[in-house]
């Protein structure tokens, strides 16, 4: 019936190109604090292979862990691969992934981020159906990640009917 004591998600963990460039792009522009470093690592062993699923001589350069408002913390990677580095995925490959971060004011957000040079992917979208309530828009981190803003100030259509609800920024301890 799932794991047992779960609680909920601790962090999420992604790898940059330019753990300096992340950081001051999540502290700076973003809003997150920055927490603490670890690193580096290296195994001259099949640690790293065997623990981390990467070729065994790679090296975590360093790794930056970031508190982002009321959300999972982020533990930021740089690494070396000793095996070269794959692309980014899209949003429809597998693995394709982004973040979301929810704002009470979405049009502010998209200044906010318009100001400091970020790419923004189209104008905001007005959900619809089980998410009526919800607006949204993609943006690209400096590197080219992925990722999103979300604002839903008075709630999502779903909630009226439902007796299990998502996990609400607006509301962290419901």
Same mark, same amino acid.
């Given at each position: 019936?799932?794991?047992?004591?779960?609680?909920?998600?601790?962090?999420?963990?992604?790898?940059?190109?330019?753990?300096?460039?992340?950081?001051?792009?999540?502290?700076?522009?973003?809003?997150?604090?920055?927490?603490?470093?670890?690193?580096?690592?290296?195994?001259?062993? /099949?640690?790293?292979?065997?623990?981390?699923?990467?070729? #065994?001589?790679?090296?975590?350069? +360093? $790794?930056?862990? =970031?508190?982002? !408002?009321?959300?999972?913390?982020?533990?930021?990677?740089?690494?070396?691969?000793?095996?070269?580095?794959?692309?980014?995925?899209?949003?429809?490959?597998?693995?394709?992934?982004?973040?979301?971060?929810?704002?009470?004011?979405?049009?502010?957000?998209?200044?906010?981020?318009?100001?400091?040079?970020?790419?923004?992917?189209?104008?905001?979208?007005?959900?619809?159906?089980?998410? /009526?309530?919800?607006?949204?828009?993609?943006?690209?981190? #400096?590197?080219?990640?992925?990722? +999103? $803003?979300?604002? =839903?100030?008075? !709630?999502?259509?779903?909630?009226?009917?439902?007796?299990?609800?998502?996990?609400?920024?607006?509301?962290?301890?419901?």
């Amino acid at each position: 019936m799932g794991l047992p004591g779960l609680r909920g998600t601790e962090h999420i963990g992604f790898t940059v190109p330019d753990l300096d460039e992340a950081h001051r792009f999540f502290v700076d522009v973003i809003g997150c604090e920055y927490v603490y470093t670890l690193g580096p690592f290296q195994r001259e062993d /099949e640690w790293m292979a065997e623990h981390l699923n990467v070729h #065994p001589r790679s090296v975590m350069r +360093e $790794l930056r862990f =970031f508190r982002c !408002g009321h959300g999972p913390n982020f533990e930021v990677f740089q690494w070396e691969p000793a095996d070269g580095q794959a692309s980014q995925p899209r949003n429809s490959d597998i693995g394709g992934h982004h973040l979301a971060f929810y704002v009470d004011d979405l049009d502010a957000a998209i200044t906010h981020l318009r100001e400091h040079g970020v790419r923004i992917l189209g104008d905001p979208t007005a959900s619809r159906n089980a998410s /009526e309530g919800q607006r949204w828009v993609y943006f690209l981190a #400096p590197w080219g990640m992925q990722l +999103e $803003l979300v604002s =839903f100030p008075q !709630g999502k259509a779903y909630e009226a009917g439902s007796t299990v609800k998502l996990w609400d920024p607006r509301d962290p301890l419901a």
